[in-house]
Nanobody
């Protein structure tokens, strides 16, 4: 499985960005469209942290408290993509954002529950 994240950039506080993660390949013999997906982020000198997750059907989502109400995760299994719409961005949202394929059909806040990771895309929010 290969994941390609895109859409990062520099934006002013209060602005918006939309990240997209495109996947190819299969996980354990199945299309990864049957797997939960997650977005994580890592700021300098900090641990990689959970941002948002979505189950394989897209019917269940989960968000970190810090982004709830501002970020929206979605997926298109036909296109093998998962997106993260980020609104009302804050300087503390600055980080490298990673998409990942979960081990199961459900997303998790635990990064150890993810098998495949994208290369990351930089998001910088200026004050």
């Amino acid at each position: 499985v290969q994941l390609q994240a895109s859409g990062g950039g520099l934006v002013q506080a209060g602005g918006s960005l939309r990240l997209s993660c495109a996947g190819s390949g299969r996980s354990s013999g199945r299309s990864f469209s049957n797997n939960g997906m997650g977005w994580f982020r890592q700021a300098p000198r900090k641990e990689r942290e959970f941002v948002a997750g979505i189950n394989w059907r897209g019917g269940s989502t989960d968000y970190a408290d810090s982004v709830k109400g501002r970020f929206t995760i979605s997926r298109d299994n036909a296109k093998n993509t998962v997106d993260l719409q980020m609104n009302s961005l804050k300087p503390e949202d600055t980080a490298v954002y990673y998409c990942a394929v979960a081990l199961s059909s459900f997303a998790s806040r635990d990064r150890e529950r993810y098998r495949y990771w994208g290369q990351g895309t930089q998001v910088t929010v200026s004050s």
